[in-house]
């Protein structure tokens, strides 16, 4: 089988547990780093051309990493696609493991295992911290509703404060997002680099937990030390003086 994947947590998921079955992937898979396949643009526009010059068998795309459009040129042109679309921690392990099935894999890679364990074996929390998520400035964008990454903090006592919100991508302006008055500030390091010099700065005096974007939001071999690492680094804000 010949398989492109258009998403990142895919490619790593695949490439480690089944090496030689990827045969392109978005110039944003970035694991593992010694992935060597050709690469189809980026994620949210692949060259298309390109894609087809592979001879993939099956293409996988996401939900919220690819657009709908791309995915139904690529079936109309008889290519068959597997969609994911996990929401939840539970939904990615379960999606995950049906993947791996079904393109051959002979048992539950050890990562996947790993990963159950870490999530399951989790303490309660007994303090929820209520946080603003920003994944973008210029304009401002934070996690809504029904967010896998939203879910990830939930289970790590981080409850996100536009979780109710109609739209799972609000665009509230920075002063919005203020008046919120919210515990915690969490700036992921992707899709939006925020760092310690670029995104505090705008929250002063409030705690900012800058964290692994691909922790939170990937889901892949990451997920089996996403609850350690972002325990820590959620435990660990900077706050800039106002």
């Known amino acids: 089988m010949r398989v492109v994947s258009l998403v990142p947590s895919l490619t790593e998921a695949v490439a480690v547990t089944l090496p030689g079955l990827l045969v392109g992937a978005t110039d944003w ?3 593992p780093g010694d992935l060597d396949v050709p690469r189809v643009g980026g994620s ?4 298309l051309d390109r894609l087809h010059a592979l001879r993939p068998d099956l293409v996988l795309v996401n939900t919220e990493e690819n657009r709908r459009e791309d ?9 068959p696609v597997r969609v ?3 929401r939840t921690v539970d939904q990615a392990l379960t999606e995950l493991a049906d993947l791996l099935r079904d393109l051959g894999a002979p048992a539950e890679p050890d990562w996947l295992a790993a990963a159950r364990r870490a999530w399951a074996d989790l303490p309660e929390s007994s303090v929820a911290r ?11 964008v934070v996690l809504g509703a029904d967010t896998f990454a939203g879910d990830v903090l939930r289970r790590l006592g981080v409850c996100n404060g536009y979780a109710d919100h109609p739209d799972r991508y609000p ?5 919005q997002l203020r008046a919120t008055a919210p515990d915690l500030v969490v700036l992921p390091d992707e899709p939006y680099l925020f760092t310690r010099d670029d995104g505090p700065e705008a929250f ?4 900012c937990a800058l964290v692994s974007g691909r922790h939170l939001t990937w889901y892949g071999p990451s997920l089996a030390e996403a609850p350690a690492l972002l325990a820590d680094q959620l435990a660990n ?3 800039v003086a106002g």
Request: net charge positive; glycine share 8%.
């Open 84 to 86: 994911t679309g996990p």
């Open 44 to 47: 949210k526009y692949p060259d």
């Open 29 to 31: 898979c970035t694991h």
């Open 130 to 140: 209520r946080a603003v998520v920003p994944v973008w400035r210029r304009p401002w």
């Open 237 to 239: 804000p900077v706050v």
């Open 171 to 175: 665009r509230p302006s920075l002063a």
């Open 71 to 79: 995915a139904a040129a690529l079936a109309a042109a008889g290519v």
């Open 204 to 207: 002063a005096g409030l705690p």
